[in-house]
T-cell receptor, first 115, second 115 residues
Framework: SAVISQKPSRDICQRGTSLTIQCQVD?????MFWYRQQPGQSLTLIAT?????????ESGFVIDKFPISRPNLTFSTLTVSNMSPEDSSIYLC????????????FGQGTRLTVV | AQSVSQHNHHVILSEAASLELGCNYS??????LFWYVQYPGQHLQLLLK??????LVKGIKGFEAEFIKSKFSFNLRKPSVQWSDTAEYFC?????????????FGSGTRLSIRP
């Protein structure tokens, strides 16, 4: 199983500011995924981050609001820009196992509160 | 586009009762199916997964799920629940076997067990 380190684990931010969440993996992976889990709700996929190319965003999510970097095969960042209280959520990075093991592994999540 | 439906939003049971949580997906091709559990204040944990072979899959903590291809269903079962099973349960689906495929989650079912 993969080890995913995500930081910060939590933060309280002022509206209008931005927060960058880091995700470090202990093995090289092609794709990393960023999810959002709003209070009391399920996980919603924000985007898929492929190393060396622009991230692919799901419907309802845009690059200007959630820019993603993927500089190498073990690291990715998600920025939540110009935050509003509606952005208060848990943000999770994820990857899938390699061939023959396709379950998803998750980081511990970043609990973001926007005030 | 693939989607996952969980029909029960909140299920309340007494200890020792039997459990069945419904999950239906929409995707016509080969799928991988998962059930994840999220205990209060904790991170997502994989309960069980189906890739191929025996459609009856056994997971951790006495849970099992049956893949019925003709019904596009992957219902979760447990013959006798315990108070410690109180959690949020998420069904998830992904097409094929590629680690690059995104995983889509259902809306979740909250399970409350009365002691």
């Amino acid at each position: 199983s993969a080890v995913i380190s995500q930081k910060p684990s939590r933060d309280i931010c002022q509206r209008g500011t931005s927060l960058t969440i880091q995700c470090q993996v202990d093995s090289q992976v092609t794709m990393m995924f960023w999810y959002r889990q709003q209070p009391g709700q399920s996980l919603t996929l924000i985007a898929t981050a492929n190393q060396g190319s622009e991230a692919t965003y799901e419907s309802g999510f845009v690059i200007d609001k959630f820019p993603i970097s993927r500089p190498n095969l073990t690291f990715s960042t998600l920025t939540v820009s110009n935050m509003s209280p509606e952005d208060s959520s848990i943000y999770l990075c994820s990857l899938r196992g390699g061939a023959g093991n396709t379950e998803a592994f998750f980081g511990q999540g970043t609990r973001l509160t926007v005030v | 586009a693939q989607s996952v439906s969980q029909h029960n939003h909140h299920v309340i049971l007494s200890e020792a009762a039997s459990l069945e949580l419904g999950c239906n997906y929409s995707y016509g091709g080969t799928v991988n199916l998962f059930w994840y559990v999220q205990y209060p204040g904790q991170h997502l944990q994989l309960l069980l997964k189906y890739f191929s072979g025996d459609p009856l899959v056994k997971g951790i903590k006495g849970f099992e799920a049956e893949f019925i291809k003709s019904k596009f269903s992957f219902n979760l079962r447990k013959p006798s629940v315990q108070w410690s099973d109180t959690a949020e349960y998420f069904c998830a689906v992904t097409p094929g076997y590629s680690s690059a495929s995104k995983i889509i989650f259902g809306s979740g079912t909250r399970l409350s067990i009365r002691p």
